[in-house]
């Protein structure tokens, strides 16, 4: 079961730091990932993380801004300099075990939250 929390609004500029509490999964070697949902748009992956190696990826959009971290019972998104476009519902998601290279696309992925709200204003 996946849990997110933290979510919440900033303006633009300002920071959130994100957490899904996954406490069994965290060092497995799985991808744990963060992807977000704006209204009328497909779900897009953010940031992801092998539990047990500790490789990220990033989208584009995100780098530099956005990192993605592993904490001793949940998987965090620590996220800085956000922007109105970052607007969205953020949903943590992992894969399966041993699920090979890692990949933001949400077909790779198994399980998911029920989400957490983030609003930037400008």
């Known amino acids: 079961q996946l849990v997110e929390s933290g979510g919440g609004s900033v303006q633009a500029g300002g920071s959130l730091r994100l957490s899904c509490a996954a406490s069994s999964w965290i060092y497995t070697d799985r991808y744990m990932a963060w992807f ?22 990033y989208a584009d959009s995100v780098k530099g801004r956005f990192t993605i971290s592993r904490g001793r019972a949940t998987v ?12 969205a ?26 989400g957490t709200q983030v609003t930037v204003s400008s």
Do not use: F, H
Request: net charge negative; hydrophobic share 30%; with cysteine.
């Open 76 to 87: 965090d998104l620590q996220m800085n300099s956000l922007e109105p476009e970052d607007t």
């Open 89 to 114: 519902m953020y949903y943590c998601a992992a894969t399966r075990p041993y699920s090979g290279a890692g990949s933001l696309s949400p077909l790779n992925y198994n399980y998911w939250g029920q």
């Open 36 to 57: 977000r949902q704006a209204p009328g748009k497909e779900r897009e992956g953010v940031a992801a993380i092998n539990g047990a190696r500790g490789t990220t990826l």
